[in-house]
């Protein structure tokens, strides 16, 4: 069994419009958010080998906001990434070596969005993401074929990381 994650990026900033969309950095809200989902994600015991991710800033900066779950992975920045379609983040997926058991693809949307709800097919929670992947969210689904296998419906969506839920949690050590 694999397990595939796929993160949005983090919310970003758009307080400098002279910036190209490629430039934009997170804002306030997802330099928090980011680390609170690495933080539930490793609580988890997510620990991913590879790591796919846009090579947008936005993207880049969550990248190293959820250190604690990528932490010994191989980290692969790629411009094909960015403005990628659901499609083709799938296609990206299938070209994974079959030694990795563990991947996280940190994103834009729609392609995020639309890869975990061809991959995942139906439940609760995948209309729950097919209504809206919010940024910074995370869908890990498990795998049950080989990466070059994977096609529409195959994978079950184990997790649907939403940061909204997690800024509801009590923090350790405070009320």
Known sequence: MRTLAIMRHAKSSWDDPSLDDHDRPLGARGR??????AT??????????????SSARRTRETLELVEPVTAGAEQRVEEQLYGATGAAL?????????SV?????????????????ALAGAGARVDQ???????????????????????RG????????LPKELRSEPRAGGR
């Open 40 to 53: 539930h994600l490793a609580a988890r015991g997510l620990a991913p080998e590879v790591v796919l991710c």
């Open 154 to 161: 195959e994978a079950t969506l184990t997790e649907l990381v």
């Open 90 to 98: 799938l296609e990206r997926v299938r070209a994974l070596p079959e």
């Open 101 to 117: 058991t563990t991947a996280l693809v940190i994103g834009h949307n729609p392609a995020c969005q639309d890869l975990v709800v």
């Open 129 to 151: 993401a097919r209504t809206k992947l919010p940024t910074a969210a995370v869908a890990v689904l498990s795998v049950p074929t080989a990466w070059q296998a994977l096609s």
């Open 32 to 37: 928090a958010d980011a680390p609170r989902v």
